[in-house]
Protein backbone atom coordinates (compact mmCIF):
# COMPACT_ATOMS: atom_id res chain seq x y z
CA UNK A 1 0.00 0.00 0.00
CA UNK A 2 1.45 3.33 -1.01
CA UNK A 3 2.16 5.77 1.66
CA UNK A 4 0.77 9.37 1.44
CA UNK A 5 2.56 12.47 2.06
CA UNK A 6 0.70 12.60 5.48
CA UNK A 7 2.66 9.22 6.58
CA UNK A 8 -0.20 7.33 6.03
CA UNK A 9 -1.25 4.28 3.77
CA UNK A 10 -4.62 4.27 2.23
CA UNK A 11 -6.24 1.73 4.11
CA UNK A 12 -5.41 4.45 7.46
CA UNK A 13 -6.68 7.29 5.53
CA UNK A 14 -9.87 5.04 5.05
CA UNK A 15 -10.22 4.52 8.96
CA UNK A 16 -10.06 8.35 9.85
CA UNK A 17 -12.32 9.20 7.38
CA UNK A 18 -14.55 6.64 8.68
CA UNK A 19 -13.84 7.37 11.91
CA UNK A 20 -15.58 10.85 11.39
CA UNK A 21 -18.51 9.41 10.14
CA UNK A 22 -19.91 7.70 13.89
CA UNK A 23 -16.50 7.25 15.74
CA UNK A 24 -16.59 3.96 16.24
CA UNK A 25 -13.31 2.83 15.35
CA UNK A 26 -14.16 -0.70 15.28
CA UNK A 27 -16.80 -0.06 12.81
CA UNK A 28 -14.64 2.54 10.99
CA UNK A 29 -11.89 0.04 10.47
CA UNK A 30 -14.57 -2.63 8.92
CA UNK A 31 -15.21 -0.16 6.76
CA UNK A 32 -12.33 0.95 6.04
CA UNK A 33 -11.34 -2.92 5.20
CA UNK A 34 -9.63 -4.11 7.52
CA UNK A 35 -10.89 -7.50 8.91
CA UNK A 36 -14.12 -8.19 10.93
CA UNK A 37 -11.95 -10.61 12.65
CA UNK A 38 -8.78 -7.89 13.25
CA UNK A 39 -10.61 -4.83 13.84
CA UNK A 40 -10.99 -4.21 17.08
CA UNK A 41 -7.28 -4.66 18.22
CA UNK A 42 -6.29 -2.91 14.43
CA UNK A 43 -8.60 0.08 15.76
CA UNK A 44 -6.93 0.10 18.63
CA UNK A 45 -3.66 0.04 17.08
CA UNK A 46 -4.62 2.84 14.48
CA UNK A 47 -5.87 5.44 17.15
CA UNK A 48 -2.84 5.02 19.38
CA UNK A 49 -0.56 6.16 16.35
CA UNK A 50 0.11 9.65 16.41
CA UNK A 51 -0.36 10.21 12.65
CA UNK A 52 -3.68 8.77 13.12
CA UNK A 53 -4.36 11.46 15.75
CA UNK A 54 -3.34 13.89 13.60
CA UNK A 55 -5.26 13.25 10.75
CA UNK A 56 -8.37 13.12 12.45
CA UNK A 57 -7.67 16.17 14.20
CA UNK A 58 -7.00 17.84 10.90
CA UNK A 59 -10.35 16.65 9.43
CA UNK A 60 -12.54 17.35 12.55
CA UNK A 61 -11.01 20.71 12.39
CA UNK A 62 -11.84 21.30 8.34
CA UNK A 63 -15.02 19.47 9.45
CA UNK A 64 -15.60 22.39 11.87
CA UNK A 65 -14.48 25.20 9.46
CA UNK A 66 -17.19 24.25 7.47
CA UNK A 67 -19.65 24.12 9.70
CA UNK A 68 -18.32 27.78 10.87
CA UNK A 69 -18.58 28.91 7.24
CA UNK A 70 -22.17 27.49 7.10
CA UNK A 71 -23.34 28.84 10.67
CA UNK A 72 -22.02 32.00 9.48
CA UNK A 73 -23.83 32.22 6.15
CA UNK A 74 -26.82 31.50 8.28
CA UNK A 75 -26.34 34.40 10.47
CA UNK A 76 -26.34 36.78 7.99
CA UNK A 77 -29.20 35.62 5.76
CA UNK A 78 -31.49 35.94 8.85
CA UNK A 79 -30.10 39.55 9.26
CA UNK A 80 -30.87 40.65 5.66
CA UNK A 81 -33.79 39.32 6.26
CA UNK A 82 -34.84 40.97 8.76
CA UNK A 83 -33.10 44.19 7.44
CA UNK A 84 -34.62 44.34 4.43
CA UNK A 85 -38.06 42.60 4.35
CA UNK A 86 -41.01 44.36 2.50
CA UNK A 87 -44.04 44.40 4.89
CA UNK A 88 -46.41 44.23 2.11
CA UNK A 89 -45.03 40.68 1.11
CA UNK A 90 -46.13 39.69 4.61
CA UNK A 91 -49.43 41.70 5.05
CA UNK A 92 -52.04 43.14 2.78
CA UNK A 93 -53.65 46.58 4.27
CA UNK A 94 -56.09 44.81 6.79
CA UNK A 95 -53.39 43.87 8.40
CA UNK A 96 -54.55 40.37 7.45
CA UNK A 97 -51.58 37.69 6.40
CA UNK A 98 -51.08 37.13 2.79
CA UNK A 99 -49.07 33.73 3.14
CA UNK A 100 -49.70 30.68 4.98
CA UNK A 101 -47.58 29.84 7.66
CA UNK A 102 -45.97 27.11 5.49
CA UNK A 103 -45.01 29.88 2.61
CA UNK A 104 -44.14 32.50 5.28
CA UNK A 105 -40.95 29.54 5.92
CA UNK A 106 -40.69 28.47 2.62
CA UNK A 107 -39.34 32.10 1.60
CA UNK A 108 -38.07 32.85 4.79
CA UNK A 109 -39.86 35.85 6.22
CA UNK A 110 -41.09 33.75 9.42
CA UNK A 111 -38.02 35.40 11.12
CA UNK A 112 -39.60 38.74 10.48
CA UNK A 113 -42.53 38.09 12.49
CA UNK A 114 -41.40 38.46 16.25
CA UNK A 115 -44.75 37.61 18.45
CA UNK A 116 -48.57 37.34 17.29
CA UNK A 117 -51.07 38.48 19.56
CA UNK A 118 -54.41 37.19 19.58
CA UNK A 119 -57.13 39.07 21.64
CA UNK A 120 -61.27 38.80 21.36
CA UNK A 121 -62.77 42.44 21.63
CA UNK A 122 -66.12 43.69 23.02
CA UNK A 123 -68.00 42.05 19.94
CA UNK A 124 -66.56 37.96 20.36
CA UNK A 125 -64.55 39.01 17.31
CA UNK A 126 -60.39 37.64 17.06
CA UNK A 127 -58.18 39.69 16.70
CA UNK A 128 -54.74 38.87 15.74
CA UNK A 129 -51.95 41.74 15.72
CA UNK A 130 -48.43 41.22 14.87
CA UNK A 131 -44.99 42.43 16.23
CA UNK A 132 -42.46 42.66 13.43
CA UNK A 133 -39.08 42.97 13.24
CA UNK A 134 -37.07 46.42 13.79
CA UNK A 135 -35.31 46.93 10.78
CA UNK A 136 -33.03 49.45 12.18
CA UNK A 137 -31.62 47.24 14.68
CA UNK A 138 -31.29 44.12 12.28
CA UNK A 139 -29.38 46.79 9.94
CA UNK A 140 -27.43 47.65 13.02
CA UNK A 141 -26.47 43.77 13.88
CA UNK A 142 -25.92 43.81 10.09
CA UNK A 143 -23.30 46.52 10.11
CA UNK A 144 -21.49 45.02 13.43
CA UNK A 145 -21.51 41.67 11.63
CA UNK A 146 -19.48 42.85 8.48
CA UNK A 147 -17.49 45.47 11.12
CA UNK A 148 -18.71 48.79 9.65
CA UNK A 149 -19.47 49.45 13.54
CA UNK A 150 -16.53 48.77 15.53
CA UNK A 151 -17.32 48.41 19.57
CA UNK A 152 -14.89 51.44 20.89
CA UNK A 153 -13.00 50.67 24.69
CA UNK A 154 -12.57 53.33 26.37
CA UNK A 155 -9.57 52.86 28.84
CA UNK A 156 -8.57 55.87 31.46
CA UNK A 157 -6.61 56.03 34.12
CA UNK A 158 -2.46 56.52 34.84
CA UNK A 159 0.21 54.70 33.25
CA UNK A 160 3.19 54.77 34.81
CA UNK A 161 6.35 54.60 32.78
CA UNK A 162 9.07 53.12 34.75
CA UNK A 163 13.04 52.51 32.94
CA UNK A 164 16.10 51.70 34.37
CA UNK A 165 19.50 52.88 33.02
CA UNK A 166 18.05 55.61 31.02
CA UNK A 167 20.15 57.58 28.76
CA UNK A 168 18.75 60.77 28.16
CA UNK A 169 21.75 62.19 26.00
CA UNK A 170 20.74 59.27 23.38
CA UNK A 171 17.33 60.46 23.07
Excluded at 38 to 45: E, I, K
Amino acid sequence: MAKGDKGLDDKQAAFCREYLTDFNATQAAIRAGYSKKTANPQAARLLSKVSVQAEISKQVEFLLEQSKVALKKHIFDFWMKRAFYDITEIIDLNGKLKLSEKKLREKGLHVCIDSVNKKINAQGETIITYQFADKDKAVEMLQRYIQMIREQVEISGELKLVCDNLDLKAI
